[in-house]
């Protein structure tokens, strides 16, 4: 991460309140997931968020061939606990929470 993106992350972070609605991202039994949410907590290293959609395990047809949804693991409305930044040994790029459009794209400053 340079400093461009690390100012990104604070910045978005720290405009964050109740309601607002974020990109969950999280991991669990070596998987990782992204739902939509909205901000219910607020602590100091860390949000409550309750997921805005259910999350369904991906789930494959051998018979036509295609991917559907699966059963529900995450319900909507549950609730998840993700990292700030400033709890630097759980925040990651997989387990967070990030602007719904997702981050700007930042340039690494040039060296003359």
């Known amino acids: 991460m340079n400093a461009g993106a690390f100012q990104q992350v604070v910045a978005f972070e720290s405009q964050l309140s109740i309601g607002s609605k974020v990109l969950a991202k999280w991991t669990n039994s070596h998987t990782a997931y992204a739902v939509p949410a909205e901000v219910v907590k607020i602590n100091a290293k860390s949000f409550k968020v309750a997921l805005l959609e259910d999350y369904c ?6 018979a036509t061939q295609t991917w559907h ?3 529900v693991i995450y319900p909507k409305g549950q609730r998840i606990r993700l990292p700030t930044l400033l ?5 990651s790029v997989n387990n967070r929470a990030e602007p719904l459009g997702g981050y700007s794209p930042v340039e690494a400053p040039s060296i003359p």
């Not at 395990?57 to 051998?62: E, G, K, S």
């Not at 709890?87 to 925040?91: A, I, L, Y």
């Open 69 to 71: 949804e699966g059963q």
């Open 57 to 62: 395990r991906p789930a494959y047809d051998a």
């Open 87 to 91: 709890d630097f040994k759980t925040w």
